[in-house]
Nanobody
């Protein structure tokens, strides 16, 4: 599975962005697709995930109510709509795809075997 993340950029606080994660290869073989982010000097943080079959959504506590994850199964693309952005949302955002079956939970980086290259989001105050 290859993943290509895009859609990052510079936005003012309160603004919005939509990130895309386009998957290619064996896209029908992942249990879930997730978004994580990593700010300079910090650990990688869970943002959101969506399961491939049922479309169940999961969110990190800091983005609940502001971010929405969705999927287009035809194009094998997962989106992350980010609204009401804050300077604390500034990070490199990565999308990731898991193996066929859940292991440790979609909120853990260890659930994912395939990672995209990241797209940078900067929110100015």
């Amino acid at each position: 599975v290859q993943l290509q993340a895009s859609g990052g950029g510079l936005v003012q606080a309160g603004g919005c962005l939509r990130l895309s994660c386009a998957a290619s290869g064996r896209t029908d073989n992942s249990y879930a697709t997730g978004w994580f982010r990593q700010a300079p000097g910090k650990d990688r943080e869970f943002v959101a995930a969506i399961t491939r079959v049922s479309g169940t959504e999961y969110y990190g506590i800091r983005v609940t109510g502001r971010f929405t994850i969705s999927r287009d199964r035809v194009s094998s693309t997962v989106y992350l709509q980010m609204n009401s952005l804050k300077p604390d949302d500034t990070a490199v955002y990565y999308c990731a795809a898991s193996r066929p079956h859940a292991r440790v939970g979609v909120r853990s980086v260890e659930e994912y075997d395939y990672w995209g290259q990241g797209t940078e989001v900067t929110v100015s105050s």
